[in-house]
Structure formats: structure tokens, C-alpha cells
Nanobody, 126 residues
Framework: QVQLVESGGGLVQPGGSLTLSCAAS????????LGWFRQAPGKAREALCI???????YYSNGMGGRFTISRDSAKNTVHLLMWHLTPDDTGFYSC????????????????????WGQGTQVTVSS
């Protein structure tokens, strides 16, 4: 069964850090572009970052200084490390995998991602 399963979400205090994980099954992540997305309350989904098959990483504006995407090929998992979290980082985070020949930047259309996880909630609050 092909699926992506996110984990690691939860409640964190402002200024804290959190690591999200996205484990793949039924396919090899190494042959896909991997992306992390966020949907904040009342807002549209936004792309945060991507990890390409050669290992390049790209971040949307303002995310590169606090977020890091990394791939663990041995575990077929992609992680999102987040630091200095603020209440504005609250949202529903999801990962996706897509065609490396079509996705070359963070702003690529969501329709190019073929596989999506169910997501995990992150709440930043004191």
C-alpha cells in the first residue's frame, strides 16, 4: 500500500522547536521530490520547502532560517526540523511526494504531487 504518514506534531511553546517526520511505504522516496506544506487556520495551504532527488533543498520566503528539510533514505522518511516557533507557525502540516521531472521549485503546482499524507497538527501556544 502506497502511503505517507506524518508524525511529530503537537503543542509547543513559542520559541520552541519541533521535528516532524513523514514515513513512506509502498514506494521509494529517493525517486521523488518531497515537500512539506502547511495550512494555517483560515488560510490557504502553503508550500514550505522541498527536497529534490539530487539532494537540493528549497524554501519559501522566510522559512529557510528556521526550517530544515532532510531526507533519511535508509528509513524512507523525510523530516522537517523547525526552530524558534511562533504562534504564526500553527497549522496543519502535511508532506507530499511528486515527480522529480516536474517539480523544480517550492511554488510548483500542488497537482504535480502524486502522493499526500494525512497531515499532523502543530500548535504553537503558551
Amino acid at each position: 500500500q502506497v502511503q505517507l504518514v506524518e508524525s511529530g506534531g503537537g503543542l509547543v511553546q513559542p520559541g520552541g522547536s519541533l521535528t516532524l517526520s513523514c514515513a513512506a511505504s509502498g514506494f521509494n522516496m529517493d525517486y521523488h521530490v518531497l515537500g512539506w506544506f502547511r495550512q494555517a487556520p483560515g488560510k490557504a495551504r502553503e508550500a514550505l520547502c522541498i527536497h529534490t532527488t539530487p539532494g537540493e533543498t528549497y524554501y519559501s520566503n522566510g522559512m529557510g532560517g528556521r526550517f530544515t528539510i532532510s531526507r533519511d533514505s535508509a528509513k524512507n522518511t523525510v523530516h522537517l526540523l523547525m526552530w524558534h516557533l511562533t504562534p504564526d507557525d500553527t497549522g496543519f502540516y502535511s508532506c507530499a511526494a511528486g515527480n522529480p521531472g516536474m517539480i523544480t521549485h517550492v511554488g510548483a503546482p500542488w497537482s504535480l504531487y502524486e502522493k499526500w499524507g494525512q497531515g499532523t497538527q502543530v500548535t504553537v501556544s503558551s
